[in-house]
């Protein structure tokens, strides 16, 4: 299996933003797939605080910005969470799964609706008949 992982030349952009701060999207790429996680850097005194969202997964860092390594502990954390290796990621609280959402309930049909269903059940029961009258037809 392939990992993602950011490309070298977006690294850059990780220690740019742990620097000034602010929101950026970040491709992180394997051989058949790029998919793309949005942070925000929220700079302290002492602390880079980092929100991650990626793919209906989030995750929170906090980071000492005297860390020469930042942007590489960014690097790991991001990539972490698009390779589910990272047991405190969780779903971000807009999204939901597939198993979390509830069914649609169809509306209710109208009167055009119904006289168009009933006419398509009706030219489907002619179909049939008419297929299994040239099966036996073919049959004998």
Not at 25 to 41: D, G, Y
Not at 100 to 116: A, F, H, L
């Amino acid at each position: 299996m392939n990992s993602y992982l950011i490309p070298l030349a977006k690294q850059e952009l990780l220690h740019h933003m742990l620097q000034v701060g602010g929101t950026a999207a970040c491709p992180l790429q394997r051989p058949e797939q790029t998919i793309h996680a949005s942070f925000e850097v929220e700079l302290t005194d002492d602390n880079a605080v980092i929100n991650v969202d990626l793919g209906g997964h989030s995750g929170h860092l906090t980071l000492k910005r005297s860390d020469r390594a930042n942007h590489l502990h960014l690097r790991d954390f991001i990539q972490d969470i698009a390779n589910g290796r990272i047991e405190s990621a969780q779903l971000a609280p807009a999204s939901m799964t597939d198993d979390q959402k509830p069914e649609p309930v169809p509306p209710e049909p109208t009167p055009e609706q119904s006289s168009r269903d009933a006419q398509i059940h009706r030219m489907l029961d002619e179909s049939e008949a008419l297929i299994k009258g040239v099966r036996q037809l073919l049959a004998a």
